[in-house]
């Protein structure tokens, strides 16, 4: 039997009936498109979204594509990676538009479905409005720039192509190993052919996320190395929420006394006042996680991937430091010159504690007692009268919150300060992307976090920078009624990189939103954009607050309303947060005429720790 539809009809009918399944639990895989149409979709995935209806495929607006995917992704991660969202692009720039949330999604391993519209497969009349001609080869798109970021990728040249290259998009993304953005191209003229599809590729299907067990002797060895240990330290990682593995690593931490340390991705991995909860680790970390992760003779990574800003650039660890990386992709696993543990982290962590019972850890005291003062100072107490710090625009946050609503935040110098005082409460709290720190991020994948937990409030905390790149996303939260609330923290320009800009004797040079001086230089009054005004305009339900007393009352009005909102606060740079208790590498240049870049090169000579080579276990 066969049923004779258009590709891209069959494409929607297909997802329509596709369910991922872990632990017994389905999900529908993908559960929703987002979309913007241009001649490219809109006769045929467009058209097929009309013919399926909402019951079937429920389809979101977007205004820009980029931000669908953000959207996308902000979703799947919450669902942690077993339901996600699928993105129709027109041809052309609709399509290159989702280069960077296609990035995003593969280095962060969340899956999502890019349907880029492409060039004609019959070719009546080259070059199609928006097609790019490369004269040395002719079957080249634009949507091949999406190669490089996706995990798997086709094109869609004829029909028959479809079903085969459709079974391969769902294995990369139900595969938590395999998964990040999943391209199929779709030819205009083809989405539009009919074709008699077999309709056995209409049934039902199920793909089973397993939890693999890492090897017998591995974990031994593992098992061994740890119990030898005089001060094992475990660093979490975002693979622990993924695998929804955070009691699982409160029950080994719980039963050895190792303590743990977060990165970005695996922050909250832990409650924050956990007894064995050290805080964020490496470059934005904590001082009693740095201190651990100094000390450690032996240390367990679980799904992190080990970037720069967990090692301090490679200079935390001691250099004979010996390491077991728990991670279901093997790639992970084999870093740090350790030992791979490859496998699920829930399944991993619990063959562990299996592992190491009756074993304790020598006890290590780290000055958790002391960070709390930190982080309590830094927040102040919400009764300043003058423009609030970050720190306590944060601490404001944190009296508002409650338990189970999300943070969401992705770049500038909030996630930095977030890592180092954010109080984690729930596992699915901090949701801050660090994997490519995208700006622009905030707003879209705040909504795809509501769409995914629609009993959760949801909070996007954008620098000013951060709203004016991407703000677009407000219409479709307005549009649709998904009530989050946008956070816009004004401190003219880009503080985060302003800083950085003077560390490395750069002199702030094009970082801040000002006037030109009459010298030429962006340092003349701050401009006078009005993003509350700006917000407001488009939709939003805006409160303003000029000091950390009215911010609490603010954020807890937004939270309170039903509408989407947001919170507009000018802060204080004069206050920064606590300084970074380990080091980033940032080269300065080793020439220049400048004197500013001169010291500074030389204060990163004398600064730049010793690069070493860790032992092979
Ligand atoms: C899409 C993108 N472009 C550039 C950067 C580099 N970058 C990191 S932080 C930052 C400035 C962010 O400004 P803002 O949102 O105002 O935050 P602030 O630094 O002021 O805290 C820039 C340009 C980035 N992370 N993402
Ligand atoms: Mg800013």
Not at 120 to 130: E, G, I, K, N
Not at 315 to 320: E, H, M, N, T, V
Not at 572 to 581: C, K, L, Q, S, V
């Given at each position: 039997m066969s049923t004779r539809l258009t590709v891209a009809q069959a494409l929607v009918r297909f997802l329509s009936v596709q369910f991922t399944e872990r632990d017994g639990v389905r999900h529908r895989t993908v559960a929703g498109t987002w979309g913007i149409f241009g001649h490219g979709n809109v006769a045929g995935v467009g058209q097929a979204l009309l013919e399926a209806g909402p019951g079937a495929m429920p389809y979101h607006q977007g205004r820009n594509e980029q931000a669908m995917v953000h959207a996308a992704v902000g979703y799947a991660r919450t669902r942690h990676g077993l339901s996600t969202m699928a993105c129709t692009t027109s041809i052309g720039p609709g399509a290159t538009n989702l280069v960077t949330g296609a990035a995003l999604a593969t280095v962060n391993r969340v899956p999502v479905l890019l349907l880029p519209g492409d060039v004609?497969?019959?070719?009546?009349?080259?070059?199609?409005?928006?097609q790019l001609e490369v004269p040395w080869a002719?079957?080249?798109?634009?949507?091949?720039?999406?190669r490089p970021v996706s995990r798997y990728f086709d094109r869609i040249?004829?029909?028959?192509?479809l079903p085969a290259s459709l079974l391969q998009a769902m294995r990369a993304l139900t595969d938590p190993v395999a998964t990040g953005a999943v391209t199929l191209a779709l030819p205009q003229d083809v989405q539009a052919e009919a074709y008699d599809w077999p309709d056995e590729l209409f049934r039902e299907r199920v793909w089973h996320v397993r939890r693999p067990v890492p090897d017998a002797a591995a974990l031994a060895e593992a098992a061994a190395l740890l119990r030898g240990a005089r001060r094992p330290l475990i660093v979490a990682g975002g693979g622990v929420r993924i695998s929804e593995a955070a009691p699982a690593l409160a029950e080994l931490a719980t039963a050895t006394g190792i303590p743990v340390a977060e990165t970005q991705a695996g922050k909250g991995s832990l409650p924050?006042?956990?007894?064995?909860a050290l805080g964020g680790i490496g470059h934005t970390g904590s001082a009693p996680a740095d201190a651990a992760a100094r000390a450690a003779d032996a240390v367990l990574g679980v799904?992190?991937?080990?970037?720069d800003f967990t090692t301090a650039s490679g200079?935390?660890?001691?250099?004979?430091a010996r390491f077991v990386s728990l991670n279901a992709a093997s790639f992970d696993g084999h870093k740090m010159a350790g030992l791979a543990l490859v496998g699920d982290a829930r399944a991993g962590l619990t063959a562990l504690t299996t592992e190491l019972t009756g074993h304790q850890a020598p006890p290590a005291a780290y000055d958790t007692a002391g960070w709390r003062a930190v982080t309590e100072a830094a927040f102040?107490?919400?009764?300043?009268?003058g423009p609030p710090s970050q720190s306590e625009v944060i601490g404001a946050l944190d009296a508002v919150l409650h338990e189970r609503d999300v943070l969401v935040n992705a770049a500038g110098s909030m996630p930095g300060d977030l890592h180092k005082l954010w109080r984690s409460?729930?596992?699915?709290?901090?949701?801050?992307?660090?994997?490519?720190?995208?700006?622009?991020?905030?707003i879209p994948a705040a909504i795809g976090v509501r769409l995914a937990a629609p009993d959760r409030e949801v909070f996007a905390l954008v620098g000013d920078g951060t709203y004016l790149m991407l703000p677009t996303e407000v219409v479709t939260a307005v549009q649709e009624g998904v009530p989050i609330n946008v956070v816009i923290v004004q401190n003219h320009g880009y503080a985060s990189i302003g800083g950085l800009s003077q560390q490395v004797g750069a002199?702030?040079?094009?970082t801040a939103y000002r006037f030109r001086a009459p010298d030429g230089?962006?340092?003349?009054?701050?401009?006078?954009?009005d993003l509350a005004a700006n917000a407001a305009s488009l939709g939003l339900e805006v409160f303003t607050a000029t000091t950390a007393k009215e911010l609490r009352a603010a954020l807890t009005a937004a939270r309170e309303s039903p509408r989407p909102t947001a919170v507009h606060v000018v802060t204080?740079?004069?206050?920064?947060?606590?300084?970074?208790?380990a080091w980033w590498d940032v080269p300065v240049a080793e020439?220049?005429?400048h004197p500013a870049t001169r010291e500074a090169r030389t204060a990163y000579d004398g600064a730049r720790p010793t690069p070493h080579t860790r032992p092979r276990l």
């Open positions: 004609f497969a019959t070719r009546p009349a080259d070059p199609v409005l928006q002719y079957d080249v798109t634009v949507n091949d720039a999406l040249w004829r029909p028959e192509m924050w006042d956990h007894p064995l799904g992190t991937r080990w970037t200079s935390l660890f001691a250099p004979d102040g107490d919400g009764s300043g009268d409460r729930d596992v699915e709290q901090y949701h801050v992307e660090y994997g490519f720190s995208c700006m622009g991020y905030e002199e702030r040079f094009g230089s962006f340092t003349g009054e701050p401009l006078p954009v204080d740079p004069d206050r920064p947060g606590p300084p970074a208790e020439v220049s005429t």
